[in-house]
């Protein structure tokens, strides 16, 4: 007899759709907040750098008051893009007619605008999207009535803040991009379960964390990761323990596709993913030191991290995207152990209820 209690995996159209995906990207993707980049990129007035969310082109810039802004990439007048890349300027000058607009967005002027009656300059301003500054992070929602990060995310900014002390003085040191052909979420799903770590994650399960500890908890439309870890003293660098958490293993996995991960000894690092297609997807592993000043402790962990942990999940994330492709695939009961831990999937159930109501509302 069939028991109507257990809680099953997503159906593969979840996984595989062209068209789901699509409407993820008009939907989910604009309503939701997106890492858009480092707020060290943005060091003086007048810095900025174009990005994309939800196949929109954005860029975020420093104004002269000291306050980050993220406006659509596109002139008011005729629609040509405003920007490309990083730089520095004055005022942002579309290249295909000249109008000129402030750094706060505002039409400053434009070649002949005075001569045409009942022409208000001052109607007219680049299109600002809703932006917020998380521990020196740069998010984005196309979405101007979202709700605030710390409403999406309870506690994690302050916890964040206990694990990482010196958060301010962190610069991106290195990113490294890693390409998977499998869908977004399934990528997430690995990253957001440990059932499989003791099996494929050697270097991890035993040099990092311990296992049997290894608890995933909702915390608002985050899950929290939480382990106690072992071997310590034998990591391949120096741990000051006398700074609070520095024993200490935590991530904070952020709705949809942001992660803040903090090893022992207080070494930051964070995941972010860029959905290509419906079965392609960019993992950008970002790694961060005091000041941005070269650190060869955080080069090795990212070195030995990419050869690691990195690699074997990029096998295991793509043989999950052929087999959802299969005839054959029918979705498994997830393993819910009222008891929670390193062998429960209670994280898996959160996040496919989330996809299920970005899909179904």
């Known amino acids: 007899m069939k028991d109507e209690t257990l809680v099953r995996s997503l159906e593969a159209r979840f996984y595989t759709d062209p068209d789901l995906f699509r409407a993820e990207r008009a939907g989910l993707f604009a309503r939701t907040w997106q890492f858009a980049g480092h707020a060290s990129a943005l060091q003086g007035p007048g810095d900025y750098f174009a990005c994309e969310v939800a196949g929109e082109s954005l860029f975020c810039v420093k104004g002269r008051d000291g306050v980050i802004r993220t406006f659509y990439n596109v002139c008011q007048h005729r629609a040509h893009r405003l920007v490309e890349g990083s730089g520095t300027t004055r005022v942002v000058v ?53 709700a605030p990060m710390d409403a999406w995310f309870p506690g994690a900014r302050a916890e964040l ?39 494929n994650h050697p270097t991890f399960a035993t040099g990092v964390v311990r296992p049997e500890t290894y608890d995933i908890q909702p ?31 935590s991530s904070w996995f952020l709705w949809p ?24 997807v960019v ?26 942990t990195v690699e074997e999940d990029i096998h295991l994330v793509e043989s999950v995207q052929r087999g959802l492709s299969s005839r054959g695939y029918r979705p498994g009961p997830l393993v819910l152990d009222p008891a929670c831990g390193v062998n429960s999937e209670h994280s898996i159930r959160a996040l496919q209820q989330w996809m299920r109501e970005a899909v179904d509302g």
């Open 94 to 146: 579309c290249p295909y007619h000249a109008w000129t607009y402030e750094l706060t967005g505002e039409l400053r002027a434009g070649p002949n605008i005075k001569a045409v009656p009942g022409f208000d300059r001052s109607a007219v301003c680049l299109t600002e999207v809703r932006t917020e500054i998380f521990l020196g992070f740069i998010f984005v929602n196309l979405d101007a009535q979202a």
């Open 161 to 199: 803040e206990a694990f990482v002390p010196d958060w301010q003085r962190l610069q991106p040191l290195e990113w490294v991009e890693i390409p998977e052909r499998c869908n977004w979420k399934v990528s997430i799903e690995n990253y957001s379960e440990c059932y499989h770590c003791a099996l």
């Open 219 to 249: 915390q608002g439309h985050c899950l929290r990761h939480t382990t106690e870890c072992q071997n310590l003293d034998a990591m391949t660098y120096e741990i000051d323990m006398s700074v609070r958490h520095a024993g200490d293993y």
């Open 257 to 280: 596709m942001f992660s803040f991960q903090v090893y022992p000894g207080n070494r930051l690092n964070t995941y972010h993913w860029r959905p290509v297609s419906v079965d392609e």
């Open 283 to 308: 993992v950008w592993r970002g790694w961060y030191s005091l000041d941005g000043v070269d650190d060869e402790v955080v080069r090795r962990l990212a070195v030995q991290d990419r050869a690691t």
